[in-house]
C-alpha cells in the first residue's frame, strides 16, 4: 500500500496550490479520503474528506470556502485545491484512506496515511 503526496512548496499568502495523493496496492474507489494537516509544534487536524465515490464533500471551517477536495478513481489520485492561502495554513498536509464513514473525521483510525508534503505560506 502507498499513498504518496505532492504539490506542496513556499507560496505567498493569498496564493494558490494544489496537491495530488496518488495511491497504489489498494482498492482506492473502495475508501473514503481524507487530507489531515499538521503545523509545528501542533497536534493533527482534519482538514477534509471525501467519499469513496466522490458523491459527498466534508471541510473542515477552518478551509471551508477556500479549499475543494476531488477524486480521480480512474487514476486512483485525491486532490486538494487550496486558494486564498494564510500563514496559519502552513503545515504537512497528510492524505489519508479510511473504510468506514464515521471515522472520516478522526485521523487515528484511518487505514493507510501517506508520508506527507509541506506547505508553507509566507511572505
Known amino acids: 500500500v502507498q499513498l504518496v503526496e505532492s504539490g506542496g512548496g513556499l507560496v505567498q499568502p493569498g496564493g494558490s496550490l494544489r496537491l495530488s495523493c496518488a495511491a497504489s496496492?489498494?482498492?482506492?474507489?473502495?475508501?473514503?479520503m481524507s487530507w489531515v494537516r499538521q503545523a509545528p509544534g501542533k497536534g493533527l487536524e482534519w482538514v477534509s474528506g471525501?467519499?469513496?465515490?466522490?458523491?459527498?464533500?466534508y471541510y473542515a471551517d477552518s478551509v471551508k470556502g477556500r479549499f475543494t477536495i476531488s477524486r480521480d478513481n480512474a487514476k486512483n489520485t485525491l486532490y486538494l485545491q487550496m486558494n486564498s492561502l494564510k500563514p496559519e495554513d502552513t503545515a504537512v498536509y497528510y492524505c489519508?484512506?479510511?473504510?468506514?464513514?464515521?471515522?472520516?473525521?478522526?485521523?487515528?483510525?484511518?487505514?493507510?496515511w501517506g508520508q506527507g508534503t509541506q506547505v508553507t505560506v509566507s511572505s
Open positions: 489519508a484512506a479510511w473504510s468506514r464513514i464515521a471515522t472520516m473525521t478522526l485521523p487515528y483510525e484511518y487505514n493507510y
Open positions: 496496492g489498494f482498492t482506492f474507489s473502495s475508501y473514503g
Open positions: 471525501i467519499y469513496s465515490d466522490g458523491s459527498n464533500t
